[in-house]
């Protein structure tokens, strides 16, 4: 099996099966529906060629006709989330919040997909069909913005990955690992308590001045994101 910096193609760029042979009996659709389904469940060490072809009930042997090995599923897995990403409106024309519709989209399916940023850490920077039109559909949002093109294109890669990131800690919270989803009066007061012993003086104004911290649900963390957004992807296009 070629390594994947040596692979000279990606599983997009062959047909989904020889043109001799039998009828086909599945599609790459149905096997990467099934590794989506099985991730979803069981989590991404769980997707196998093996325990994909146990899901749809046939051989392993089967499954590699139409995908080459589990790095091309993987490829798959991850555009077919791309794929949920609903991208038939028209630039409005008010780019920046076009652009936090993008985040809140992605953010949202990576919730859904709790496995998919370690996906995307192992994986590469492997662009199939579905997040080329996303990266597409968002420079033709940003088409309204200043900023070259090098700063779009980082403004997406920003985009990114502060929806991973804000995922990432909803599924911590969800599962009760996330630091910062403990106690927040409690985590507040031992902050305060230290500030007040007069050796962080910087810590104490900021602290005086912001007041108490706000609550930490889903609402408050997608305020968050949308205004971490709007601060940021107008200085990096500036």
């Known amino acids: 099996m070629a390594d994947r910096e ?22 790459r659709y149905e096997i990467t529906a099934a590794a989506l389904a099985l991730a ?20 392993p042997a089967s499954l590699y006709r139409y995908v080459g090995s589990r790095d091309e599923l993987l490829d798959l897995m991850a555009d077919a989330v791309a794929g949920e990403l609903d991208l038939s409106a028209a630039p409005s024309g008010d780019w920046l919040g076009d652009l936090v519709g993008l985040a809140l989209q992605s953010k949202a399916a990576h919730t859904r997909h709790p496995w998919l940023p370690e996906l995307n850490d192992r994986r590469g920077e492997v ?12 420079l033709a949002v940003l088409a309204a913005a200043p900023g070259t093109s090098r700063q779009k294109l ?8 502060l929806a991973t990131l804000f995922a990432r800690r909803e599924a911590m919270a969800a599962v009760g690992e996330d630091p910062g989803a403990g106690d ?7 902050l305060a308590a230290v500030a007040a012993e007069g050796r962080h003086p910087h810590l104490l104004a900021a602290l005086t001045t912001a007041g108490p911290p706000p609550p930490a649900g889903p609402a408050e963390r997608d305020a968050l994101f949308e205004r971490l957004l709007r601060r940021l992807l107008p200085a990096m296009l500036d």
């Open 6 to 27: 040596t692979r000279p193609t990606t599983v997009w760029s062959r047909p989904e099966r020889g043109a001799r042979g039998p009828a086909p009996e599945r599609s």
């Open 40 to 59: 979803d469940a069981e989590g991404l060490a769980a997707v196998s060629m093996r325990a994909v072809a146990q899901r749809l009930g046939t051989g």
């Open 127 to 138: 662009l199939g069909p579905h997040a080329i039109d996303y990266l597409d559909h968002a």
């Open 154 to 161: 980082e403004a997406i890669g920003l985009l990114g990955g």
């Open 184 to 190: 927040p009066p409690a985590q507040a007061a031992h």
